[in-house]
């Protein structure tokens, strides 16, 4: 079965750095998300992205973030200048439908971020 | 805004009885809910989605149910095993959004 992958699956970076998160969606699938879950918390909604634009994208989701879609196959996630607060899983997800459609969301098995 | 709310205390459920897990949200009724299962370092995974016309929707051992009158979401996993030890999330969608609860932790003793 087609699955979303995420590289790298761990990342330990310095307070103040930048960082590129990536992730391969499934290949028919033409909706992306970031999520982050800080550990022991709730899987929070960043950001949706189609047609190589910004559907949606929510509070979190501030100056500091970025996504980009390079090429026809890898979707990233860019943190400039990271926070010890940054510290969480990063899951990327896609979908045949749009956000809150009737498929489901297909998840990668994230990147856990620690900013030191 | 739509809220849901999910038990957050962990279910403690012995092997073979059936768990039972609630979704509970708080405005307008959802055109689809879906319940997916996270592992400890993993990604969510899906599991079954229920549109608002369906009352009840199976697969294998799970059962979700939908009411709308009482806003509310039951997610039954009858037989249960060690296995299913697992945190339980529902999400619904609102303005083209996925919403997603904080998630139940089940817990299946031998």
């Known amino acids: 079965e087609p699955e979303v992958t995420q590289t790298p699956s761990h990342q330990v970076t310095q307070m103040g750095q930048e960082v590129i998160l990536r992730c391969v969606p499934i290949s028919n699938h033409l909706y992306f998300y970031w999520y982050r879950q800080i550990l022991g918390q709730k899987v929070e909604f960043l950001v949706s992205?189609?047609?190589?634009?910004?559907?949606?994208k929510s509070e979190i989701f501030d100056d500091q973030f970025s996504v980009e879609r390079p090429d026809g196959s890898n979707f990233t996630l860019k943190i400039r200048s990271t926070k010890l607060e940054d510290s969480a899983m990063y899951f990327c997800?896609?979908?045949?439908?749009?956000?809150?459609?009737?498929?489901?969301?297909?998840f990668g098995n994230g990147t856990r971020l620690t900013v030191t | 805004s739509q809220k849901i709310e999910q038990n957050s205390e962990a279910l403690n459920i012995q092997e073979g009885k059936t768990a039972t897990l609630t979704c509970n949200y708080t405005n307008y009724s959802p055109a689809y809910l879906q319940w997916y299962r996270q592992d400890p370092g993993r990604g969510p995974v899906f599991l079954l989605l229920?549109?608002?016309n369906e009352k009840e929707k199976r697969k294998e051992r799970l059962k979700v149910t939908f009411d709308t009158t009482l806003k509310q979401s039951l997610f039954h996993i009858t037989a249960s095993q060690p296995a299913d030890s697992a945190t339980y999330l529902c999400?619904?969608?609102?303005?083209?959004?996925?919403?997603w609860g904080a998630g139940t932790k089940l817990i299946i003793k031998p």
């Open positions: 999400a619904l969608n609102s303005n083209y959004q996925l919403i």
């Open positions: 992205f189609y047609n190589n634009e910004i559907s949606e």
């Open positions: 229920i549109r608002e």
């Open positions: 997800a896609s979908s045949e439908t749009p956000p809150g459609g009737d498929s489901p969301l297909h």
